[in-house]
């Protein structure tokens, strides 16, 4: 264990947490971003620079917008109605859930003897090396990837956009 | 304990905590966020794994899938805006537990 | 000019190719109809015309040319062209008087609205005719032959909007086709025996030698000869086409037709095919001959049938007052003649008889169709009268052929060809009745043509229609004239100082002796013919008939006989009351077995079919449907059960799959895998 392993791991679960528990959406999407900065900061701390870079313009920058976005234009609910009966009792089972899967996934990575090697120097994967493998052998999946990433958002566009009849846009 | 087993927990922890989000939140927005989140704890054991793996192994292939991974993942936030804007048009809320057309 | 027997098939295609052309041009088109008609007649006399010179220079030969029609298996049908003097006379006078009757047609049937329709029938009818005369092959005789008959069929009820013309239509069709079935059977069982049905095949024709002896060899039950059996059977076949005893009831109600067919096909030519194919198969009549021990020989039934029907024919005409049905019965007396010929084994006498009545008769009936068309179709002698001077072509030329017919002596055609036969009558071993029929015949004959023509052309008009008749037109007369100079020349061909006709025919020179025993029989006949002459003109000549409703001067001296004669010898009755009578009667039987025997079979079967539809009903409703119905149910509700898992709830779905989760990670767990 190391002080900065700490700290992060701290920033992370703590935005997470609360994040999860705020009536506020503005606050639980702040948050979710500071959550989404702790985990740039793990790749950074485990050395891979170029993920880290790629993590915080993807989701600080512009995943967080996108949820920005979302929350102002359906800002009628803003806020969180307050806590019924059956949403208490789902609150209730989700926290047993939760606490359930994370018992048995901790009982499995305790139990599980891990052939670990710390002494790996961090930085080890360089720019030129991640280029060569993403140009080389997955080239067919940056490819598809790339598919994809059109596909969806033109399927976006057209689930978004208003009826053909222009029978109501977005409010 | 290692640091591996730490990391691991750490993102089994973040995980637990994106599930617990899903599952009780109601906000159609906010059980999205927990999902992210899941995804996130995901990618951390990636990297975990790369960083704490045996010398000689492939050389980068966490990297690389974590790097598709946010790919996926900003394709996918694409589609849930949208998708959260279309149903806030069409029930004038985003409640989720009120989306219900499709049930048997 | 010579024409080989393999394009022997133009002569009749020309005249099918016209009625093909007649069939499809619109009504309008009567110039188009009837040129191709007359062009394609004209066609086929030249033919016939070159076939006659290639036959006459192989007087004795049958040129033939045969082909595979079809085969199966290992038997082929084959089908042929026959070449032989026979063949080729028979072809000029049918093409040739075809055309005459084809252009008088052009004038009698001019104001008929179905003008191209009657000259498609006609070309039909001159090419089954001629496919008739030039088939080397029965099979292909039997198809002309009822290809004829359905001609005759369409001709005689070409307006069939009279009723009586449909009614006589369909009697000719029943009444031939009753001959046609023995035709058939005789055709069938000589197929059956010989295998093949060619006439002249290199040897192995059913009409050649090795062939009849075969035929003559076998004998079947009742002391008769196979070959016997089957020519009577293909003579039935010329007994309803011929119009002879006791099926001749359909030719007098055949004249229900236009006058130029009954001209064409019921006096000149089609009746005549009878005569022609008992001639062309008479190798075959003659084989049981040589044969002492049969129980009867095959030409001395068709003697019989022609001597009974020469008589009967020429007595019943005595009785008619319709010009065309007496001409009809004469038709069918003058067939009888023919038959009688063939019977008492001189076909060379019947086919020359054939030839030269052929031209007098189709003169005499032309002329009764002249009559009729200038009267407005007044066909009532005794309503007619007084037309000799009105219409003195017709009135000459139709004299010309009623003595042709009546036998007056040395001039004319008839009396040469009548004398053929009635010396060969006389010269028949077998009995002397034949001759004694002819000679009455000829008495009888004489008589009535003199009562026609003084009728129709002497005394005074007895109706509006007659006294206003005027004579035709020349595409009218014209023909008459042509036929009249046959009538009398045709003779010039077959008298005993020449017989070039006969010794042709034949192929052997026929000497003069043997058609010419000497004056004595000719003098008979010359002293009957007048008699017949003078007791007619004495009736009938002599003292006028004065008005339409006057009695006939027969009826007043002998009535009875007159009125028997009058009715036809009520052979009409007579068949309605036996065969029309027997089959209403099996029609009853009929009606009441199918009403009640097959229709109750039937309708038990039905009933069963109902009762097992109704138990197969109840079956499916009560039984299967009920067991189909609950496991359907049952699917049904599992159905629910599971679809009440499918909440919509997206939260509930994540909840499950988290537990499914835990679950399985502990199994696994607890299982000792991690």
């Known amino acids: ?171 | 304990m290692n640091m591996l087993q730490a990391c691991l927990l750490l993102s089994s922890a973040l995980f637990c905590i994106g599930l617990v989000t899903a599952l009780s939140r109601s906000n159609t927005i906010l059980v999205l966020l927990g999902i992210e989140i899941m995804l996130n704890a995901a990618n951390l054991n990636f990297i975990a794994f790369w960083r704490f793996s045996p010398a000689g192994s492939a050389p980068a292939t966490g990297v690389i899938f974590v790097l598709f991974s946010i790919a996926v993942a900003a394709a996918e936030a694409a589609v849930w805006l949208a998708l959260v804007i279309a149903l806030y048009r069409h029930q004038q809320n985003i409640r989720l537990q009120e989306a219900t057309r499709l049930k048997g | 000019m010579n024409l080989s027997a393999s394009s022997l098939w133009l002569i009749p295609a020309l005249p099918l190719l016209a009625a093909a052309i007649g069939a499809l041009t619109p009504r309008g088109g009567r110039s188009l109809a009837s040129g191709a008609a007359i062009i394609a007649m004209v066609g086929a006399l030249g033919l016939s015309v070159a076939a006659l010179g290639t036959a006459l220079a192989h007087p004795a030969a049958h040129l033939t040319d045969n082909f595979t029609w079809f085969s199966i298996g290992t038997d082929a049908v084959r089908l042929g062209w026959l070449l032989d003097p026979l063949t080729a006379f028979m072809a000029v006078m049918v093409s040739f008087v075809g055309l005459l009757i084809f252009i008088f047609s052009l004038g009698y049937m001019k104001e008929d609205a179905n003008f191209t329709r009657f000259f498609c029938f006609l070309s039909l009818f001159a090419a089954a005719m001629l496919g008739v005369l030039v088939a080397n092959s029965l099979l292909l005789v039997f198809v002309c032959w009822e290809l004829v008959g359905l001609a005759s069929y369409l001709l005689i009820g070409f307006w069939f909007h009279k009723p009586s013309a449909a009614a006589a239509a369909k009697k000719a069709f029943i009444t031939t086709r009753i001959g046609d079935l023995g035709l058939l059977l005789g055709m069938l069982w000589l197929y059956h025996v010989r295998g093949t049905l060619l006439f002249y095949d290199g040897g192995n024709g059913v009409l050649e030698p090795s062939s009849l002896a075969l035929l003559s060899h076998g004998k079947i039950a009742g002391g008769i000869a196979l070959s016997t059996a089957i020519g009577l059977l293909i003579f039935c076949g010329a007994i309803g086409k011929s119009g002879q005893f006791p099926l001749h009831v359909w030719l007098p109600d055949a004249m229900e037709g236009p006058t130029p067919v009954s001209a064409l096909i019921h006096a000149a030519t089609m009746v005549a095919a009878g005569v022609f194919l008992i001639a062309r198969v008479y190798p075959l009549m003659l084989a049981d001959q040589h044969l002492a021990n049969v129980s009867v020989h095959a030409l001395t039934v068709v003697a019989g049938i022609g001597a009974i029907t020469a008589l009967l024919g020429a007595a019943i005409a005595v009785g008619q007052n319709d010009i065309k049905r007496v001409l009809a019965f004469s038709t069918v007396s003058q067939l009888g003649y023919m038959m009688l010929a063939l019977g008492v084994g001189s076909w060379v006498a019947a086919i020359f008889h054939l030839l030269t009545h052929a031209f007098f008769k189709a003169l005499l009936f032309l002329g009764a169709g002249s009559v009729i068309h200038a009267a407005h179709h007044e066909q009532d002698m005794r309503r007619l009268g007084g037309l000799g001077r009105r219409m003195k072509i017709t009135f000459a030329t139709f004299a010309v052929g009623m003595m042709a017919l009546a036998g007056v002596p040395f001039l004319f055609s008839g009396f040469w060809s009548k004398e053929g036969i009635l010396h060969a009558a006389h010269a028949w071993p077998v009995s002397q009745l034949p001759l004694i029929a002819g000679l009455i015949a000829v008495v009888l004959t004489a008589f009535y043509m003199t009562r026609l023509v003084a009728e129709v052309f002497l005394g005074s008009p007895r109706s509006d229609a007659a006294s206003h008749a005027h004579e035709n037109s020349p595409v009218m007369t014209v023909p008459l004239v042509i036929l009249a100079i046959g009538a009398v020349l045709l003779g010039l061909i077959g008298t005993p100082a020449w017989p070039w006709l006969q010794s042709n025919l034949g192929g052997v020179v026929v000497p003069a002796e043997s058609i010419f025993e000497g004056p004595g029989l000719m003098v008979l006949s010359i002293v009957l013919v007048c008699l017949g002459l003078g007791v007619g003109w004495a009736l009938y000549g002599w003292r006028k008939r004065r008005d339409a409703f006057a009695p006939d001067p027969l009826a007043v001296a002998m009535p009875g006989v007159f009125a028997a004669l009058a009715a036809k010898l009520g052979f009409d009755e007579f068949y309605a009351l036996t065969f029309g009578r027997l089959n209403q009667l099996l029609a009853v039987v009929a009606d009441g077995l199918d009403r009640w025997v097959w229709g109750g079979i039937i309708s038990g079967v039905a009933w069963m079919g109902e009762a097992l539809g109704t138990f197969d009903r109840e079956m499916d409703e009560s039984g299967l449907n009920g067991g189909f119905d609950a496991a359907s149910e049952k699917l049904r509700g599992v159905g629910n059960a599971y679809s009440r898992a499918q909440t919509g709830e997206a939260h509930g779905y994540l909840r499950t799959l988290a537990v499914a989760f835990v679950v399985l990670a502990l199994l696994l767990l607890l299982g000792g895998v991690l």
Request: overall charge positive; charged content about 10%; hydrophobic content about 60%.
């Open chain 1, 1 to 171: 264990m190391n002080l900065t392993f700490a700290l992060i791991a701290f920033l992370i679960l703590a935005s997470a947490v609360l994040a999860a528990t705020r009536r506020d959406l503005i606050h639980s999407a702040l948050l979710l971003v500071g959550n989404w900065l702790g985990v740039a900061f793990f790749y950074l701390w485990a050395g891979a620079e170029f993920v880290a870079f790629a993590q915080a313009l993807v989701y600080v920058g512009a995943i967080s917008m996108v949820v920005l976005f979302a929350v102002l234009l359906t800002r009628r609910m803003r806020t969180e109605l307050p806590l019924l009966v059956a949403t208490r009792d789902r609150v209730v089972s989700a926290v047993l859930g939760g606490a359930a899967v994370f018992g048995v996934l901790a009982v499995a990575v305790l139990r599980t003897p891990l052939d670990t090697n710390p002494a790996k120097p961090a930085g080890s994967v360089s720019m030129l090396s991640l280029g060569q493998q993403l140009m080389g052998p997955q080239a067919a999946a940056v490819l598809i990837v790339g598919v994809l990433l059109t596909v969806s958002l033109l399927g976006a566009v057209v689930l978004a956009s208003s009826d053909a009849d222009g029978k109501e846009g977005a409010p």
